[in-house]
């Protein structure tokens, strides 16, 4: 295998690119747009460096984040368990009047410097029995020494095309596992959006998982509800750790330290604190408040070393003091320039915290889910100082644009 200068390798003929042409750290989403997926029809989710998702009870926030769940789980599960993860095909088929329609996702983003959208497309079609087939996967990807790469599945037929600068496209074709995910598969093209998806990190702490005794964990995948939290940060090197107990403290003061500690076979976590008395303390994980542990877990997440370059986090004010939320905001924002933050919240001081363009609204009408923007004449009396955000979501007046 000889190494091109310009990023591509050529090896038997075919032509690949290195690493550092589709380098996943300088990734940006940009969208997620959604066809009959949970209580979708068709919407469209814009990313940006940070969004907060707003909208009533059972509006559709948490199902928006289930699909880049899926999608994220694809690289580690494999799609068939990615789907059975979610209950099985048959619950991910919008529903409205009784009818159910096939789903189909498409994420965009961009590979820095390549000023051009890539995406991936994965579109299902139902058999008998619940079942899926895969009507089409497809991506679209430009990388930025100016090189593309695409793959197009329709059925089970797949035809690659890759195609460096100035040189000629090389198109390569092979048959499909019917179910199965080409990613794996699609050589250069599959590989960089097996890294896409798995940048995308969700984060929904389950606080009694933190703090139980922990199994190692063999993956280095952080887990959504943190059950393998002490593995992960047992991982990180010291000066990471530091930045973990450091972003902590800002949001629980008094942490000063926090440690893996073994028992038996198990692992858990060992919080220093320092109380008002002066005197520093030690708590296992369990003694520890629901809010540390979360807020502990959210900053593994984002620090872990496979840096999420998209961490979504559900409702992180639950259990989460008012005064603090603002400073895990504010760490939050200081992050967007390596990680985008997503959140659902139903929280007013959460949205108060962050620019105005950062909210999406999301509604139920006639048992279909939407998001949007905020409309203009919501934003003018923001604007003017008149009202904040968050007043607007208490007296239900955040409008969405609507198309
Ligand atoms: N397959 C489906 N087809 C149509 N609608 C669905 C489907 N699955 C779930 N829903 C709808 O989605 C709702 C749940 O939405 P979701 O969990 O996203 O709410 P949420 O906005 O996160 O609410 P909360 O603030 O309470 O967490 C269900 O109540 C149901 O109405
Ligand atoms: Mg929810």
Not at 4 to 26: F, H
Not at 172 to 187: R, T
Request: hydrophobic share 40%; net charge neutral.
């Amino acid at each position: 295998m000889t190494e091109a200068k310009d990023g591509a390798e050529e090896s038997g003929g075919m032509v690949s690119i290195t690493w550092e042409a589709l380098n996943p750290n300088s990734v940006r989403f940009k969208s997620l747009e959604l066809q009959n997926f949970l209580s979708y029809k068709n919407a469209s989710l814009d990313l940006s460096d940070f969004i907060a998702i707003v909208g009533p009870n059972a509006s559709g926030k948490s199902n928006a984040v289930a699909a880049l769940r899926l999608l994220r789980e694809i690289p580690s599960y494999g799609l068939p368990t990615a789907i059975a993860r979610r209950g099985g095909f048959d619950q991910l088929r919008h529903r409205s009047r009784g009818h159910p329609y096939d789903p189909s996702l498409r994420l965009c983003f961009e590979m820095h410097g390549s000023g051009r959208t890539s995406s991936y497309l994965l579109s299902f079609g139902s058999v008998k029995g619940g079942q899926y087939k895969i009507k089409r996967e497809a991506a679209e990807l430009f990388f930025a020494d100016g090189s593309s790469a695409s793959f197009d599945r329709t059925g089970d037929a797949v035809r690659i095309i890759v195609s460096r600068k100035d040189s000629k496209p090389e198109r390569f074709n092979f048959n499909a596992v019917a179910g199965q995910s080409i990613i794996p598969a699609a050589g250069i093209a599959g590989i960089t959006v097996y890294e896409v998806l798995q940048r995308i990190q969700t984060v929904e702490v389950n606080p009694a998982k933190v703090g139980d005794l922990q199994e190692p964990s063999s993956t280095a995948t952080f887990e959504s509800d943190g059950s393998n939290v002490a593995s992960i940060y047992d991982s990180l090197d010291k000066k990471t750790k530091q930045d973990v107990v450091d972003r902590l403290a800002a949001i629980v003061p008094g942490i000063v330290a926090v440690e893996v500690y073994h028992l038996a076979d198990r692992l858990t976590l060992r919080f220093k604190q320092t109380a008002d008395d002066g005197l520093t303390r030690t708590f296992l994980a369990k003694q520890m408040s629901d809010g540390t542990l979360r807020a502990f877990a959210i900053m593994v997440a984002l620090l872990q070393n496979r840096r999420p370059t998209l961490l979504v986090i559900e409702e992180p004010e639950v259990a989460i003091h008012l005064g603090a939320l603002g400073s895990l905001v504010q760490l939050l924002e200081a992050e967007t320039n390596k990680t985008q933050v997503l959140v659902t919240t139903h929280s007013a001081d959460i949205i108060d915290a962050l620019p105005i363009d950062s909210l999406r609204i999301v509604w139920h009408e006639n048992g279909v889910s939407n998001v949007a923007r905020l409309a203009e004449h919501s934003k003018i009396p923001v604007r003017k100082g008149l009202i904040t955000p968050g007043q607007l979501l208490r007296s239900d007046s955040l409008d969405p644009v609507i198309s």
